[in-house]
């Protein structure tokens, strides 16, 4: 048989989601973080995720003898010691994240592909959390070390927030009302009408700061109500 024969025609490359649970377990027990597993097979980052506990449930010495990339508290000896805590999930992610940048140069774009968009939703997550101040200061303190995180954000998130609050009270009277997300009818609305139900979202979900929910009643009184065309 020639070396050729061995060489498969690009049609023939195994094509969709790696679904060979064993491959995931076995990436995961050699240092490989479950986002980019999930990347690299195509498959929902959850479902890795639930492979791994099951494995550590049914096998509960075999994570301690998986490969860590970064530090990690030692895992509780207890009735919920097969669960991984957020802290544990939120170094993962930091892990695949630090692994990107330091393939690619930066921080991922949302379109640059699978692996990128996931990573790009997570550190979006980040910035929210920063901007709001519920970041701790060690995962900052990490996040730096990528390079510039922030974005938009790294000039000053609190002087951002504040002059889109008088933008939006500048246009609430000149013009009796709350701006639409409407791109057709009303495209130079947009950027405020995107803050405004931001901050409306977080209001609803719990997570907007008490000190700014203050402000914005001081100074958009019926900021909470969504804007009617």
């Known amino acids: 048989m020639r070396f050729d024969d061995l060489i498969l025609a690009e049609d023939d490359y195994p094509q969709g989601a790696c679904e060979n649970r064993q491959e995931w377990l076995l990436m995961y027990s050699r240092g490989v973080p479950p986002a980019v597993i999930a990347a690299w097979c195509r498959v929902d980052v959850r479902r890795v995720h639930r492979a791994i506990d099951r494995q550590i449930g049914r096998h509960p010495g075999w994570f301690d003898r998986c490969w860590v990339l970064h530090d990690q ?8 010691r097969f669960r991984r805590s957020r802290e544990q999930v939120w170094w993962e992610h930091y892990t695949a994240m630090s692994t990107y940048v330091a393939r690619v140069g930066g921080v991922p774009a949302q379109n640059d592909s699978v692996e990128a968009r996931m990573l790009y939703r997570w550190l979006e997550n980040q910035r929210r959390s920063h901007d709001t101040g519920r970041l701790a200061r060690d995962k900052v303190e990490a996040l730096d070390r990528l390079g510039e995180w922030l974005g938009t954000r ?3 998130p609190e002087e951002l927030w504040a002059r889109r609050l008088e933008e939006a009270r500048q246009f609430k ?6 701006p639409f997300y409407d791109p057709q009818r009303h495209p130079d609305e947009k950027i405020l009408a995107v803050w405004l139900g931001r901050q409306r979202t977080w209001d609803r979900k719990g997570r907007l700061r008490a000190d700014r929910r203050e402000t914005l009643s001081v100074v958009l009184p019926g900021w909470s109500a969504p804007a009617m065309t």
């Not at 030692?74 to 009735?79: C, E, I, L, N």
């Not at 009277?173 to 709350?178: C, K, L, M, P, S």
């Open 73 to 80: 508290p030692a895992r509780r000896r207890d009735r919920r």
């Open 154 to 156: 790294k000039s000053n």
């Open 173 to 178: 009277a000149d013009t009796g009302r709350f």
